[in-house]
């Protein structure tokens, strides 16, 4: 069974503390994606890797960073978390193109 | 910009009935199309897709169709179940490109 891993469901934490999401696939998938999703605003793309080392921007990355040193490994940063940041971050993960993308479980952020 | 629109919201859908789920897009570069179904506090998982060489797909009781001339895409669940109450997310994509631009989601409500 193909699985995303996102390391945590829940989290809390304060204004301008430095947070990491961290997510792990299991399929040897080249490329690996981080969306955010808010209610009428759908999934938005923050950052996605095609390889390891390889991170291209989305629509929305301002305030975030990601790493990918490991191809199975795709971690999200956000340098000072703000209470904008507050939200549903979803991870996940694709062979090649013009194939479905599989998603981790969802890490829930509330930044206080 | 939002390159992919879901007008709709919410639906609400008697058991047995169909479900008709509505997509629009703009970019006429897109030519590979997915359905995404997210249950709460899950991530959404792969449903259906279509390459824009075809104007419909079947999968059991699941149906898309793409009009592209009206960039236009609807997903068709036929008998709607209870079960199928989630949120509905579409997503296009171009060849060569490994983004997935997805649209603000509809909510399903089916009622037993």
């Known amino acids: 069974d193909v699985k995303v891993t996102q390391s945590s469901r829940y989290l809390v934490k304060r204004t301008g503390e430095k947070v990491f999401l961290e997510c792990v696939q299991d399929m040897d998938h080249e490329n690996m994606f981080w969306y955010r999703q808010d209610p009428g605003l759908g999934l938005r793309l923050i950052y996605f890797s095609y390889d390891v080392k390889m991170k291209e921007k989305g629509d929305i990355p301002e305030g975030y960073s990601v790493s990918r040193e490991k191809k199975e490994r795709f971690s999200l940063i956000l340098e000072s978390a703000s209470t904008n940041q507050t939200s549903m971050y979803l991870c996940?993960?694709?062979?090649?193109?013009?194939?479905?993308?599989?998603f981790g479980q969802g890490t829930r952020l509330t930044v206080v | 910009d939002q390159q992919v629109k879901q007008n709709s919201p919410s639906l609400s859908v008697q058991e047995g009935r169909i479900s008709i789920l509505n997509c629009d897009y703009t970019?006429?570069?897109?030519?590979?199309f997915l359905w995404y179904k997210k249950y709460p506090a899950e991530g959404p998982t792969f449903l259906i897709s279509i390459s824009s060489i075809k104007d419909k797909n079947e999968d059991g009781r699941f149906t898309v169709f793409l009009n592209k001339s009206a960039k236009h895409l609807s997903l068709h669940i036929v008998p709607s179940q209870p079960g199928d109450s989630a949120v509905y997310f579409c997503?296009?994509?171009?060849?060569?490109?490994?983004?997935?631009?997805f649209g603000s989601g509809t909510k399903l409500n089916v009622k037993p």
């Open positions: 970019n006429s570069m897109f030519d590979y």
């Open positions: 997503a296009a994509s171009r060849s060569n490109f490994n983004k997935f631009y």
């Open positions: 996940a993960s694709s062979s090649v193109v013009n194939t479905e993308a599989f």
